[in-house]
């Protein structure tokens, strides 16, 4: 089946990249070029495990329009992140005290390049994409979602809630930004931008993972509620809130640009269309 092929070989790189990187310990060139390079292999892989399996060009990572779909999805990303970490500052819980560190930020940088990557890569491209041509896009999207959620929950500090937080704000979040855009480039941006501004810019646990301090030396504290606790602010409501509203917000793009895919059977597939 082309979807074990495609899991499989995207699965090994980002495996490979993934050891590969944290073996650097968070020494700041190393993790910043290994993390791109990881990020780089995981996109040419995709390519061509897709030209030989399924016959055609994948257009949904093709160079041209990358750079400027990159960059909206990274302002999307962090715009959503500052908006949360604000709301969480003003009940008191999260507090700068200072400047953190430029190399950190650095290492932060190449590890969640190639986090995001392989992330997007395999339940977006690969998950999302071939349950959707079967199922249809809500369907795809409930249970790649849900998947993704589940995927997180062996994280340090993770729980039942962390989980379905991170199958919400971020699984069906990123599935409905492909849907409404067609290419992994805007989704790999969102997920990018805002796992640096948590972990790169404001020093937060990042899916309850610890790393070096970001730009600014910052903490968290108070209820879990409102903090996300040890798990980071990915656990907040401030974030479930605020994925709720993009994933509508992508879902309503979609419709509106007519992407969303029907369960095969019903009526013809939507047309693929760039962002």
């Not at 977006?124 to 998947?147: C, D, M, P, Q, Y």
């Not at 990042?206 to 606790?229: E, K």
């Not at 309503?252 to 029907?262: E, H, N, Q, S």
């Amino acid at each position: 089946m082309r979807i074990v092929k495609q899991l499989v070989l995207v699965a090994l790189v980002s495996m490979a990249g993934s050891a590969a990187v944290q073996a650097m310990g968070w020494n700041a060139p190393l993790t910043l070029v290994l993390g791109v390079a990881t990020a780089a292999l995981a996109l040419a892989a995709y390519a061509w495990v897709v030209r030989r399996t399924e016959r055609r060009e994948p257009v949904e990572v093709a160079l041209k329009g990358a750079p400027a779909a990159v960059g909206r999805g990274v302002l999307i990303g962090i715009g959503m992140f500052v908006v949360v970490i604000v709301n969480i500052a003003f009940l008191g819980g999260y507090e700068v005290h200072g400047w953190g560190s430029v190399g950190g930020a650095v290492a932060i940088f190449g590890f969640m390049a190639a986090a995001a990557v392989t992330e997007e890569v395999l339940f977006r491209g690969i998950l999302f994409r071939v349950v959707e041509e079967r199922l249809g896009t809500w369907i795809s999207l409930a249970l790649t979602g849900l998947l993704f959620g589940l995927a997180h929950v062996f994280n340090p500090n993770a729980t039942v809630w962390s989980a379905l937080a991170i199958a919400v704000e971020a699984g069906f979040m990123l599935a409905a930004v492909y849907a409404a855009t067609r290419n992994l480039w805007v989704p790999i941006g969102v997920h990018f931008g805002w796992n640096f501004a948590q972990g790169g810019v404001f020093s937060t646990s990042v899916s309850g993972q610890d790393a070096p301090q970001g730009l600014l030396d910052g903490v968290t504290s108070g209820p879990a509620l409102v903090s996300g606790g040890e798990f980071g602010p990915e656990a907040s409501g401030y974030s479930l809130l605020a994925g709720v509203v993009v994933t509508v917000v992508f879902l309503w793009l979609a419709k509106r640009r007519g992407t969303i895919v029907p369960r095969r059977g019903r009526t013809a597939p939507a047309a693929t269309l760039a962002a």
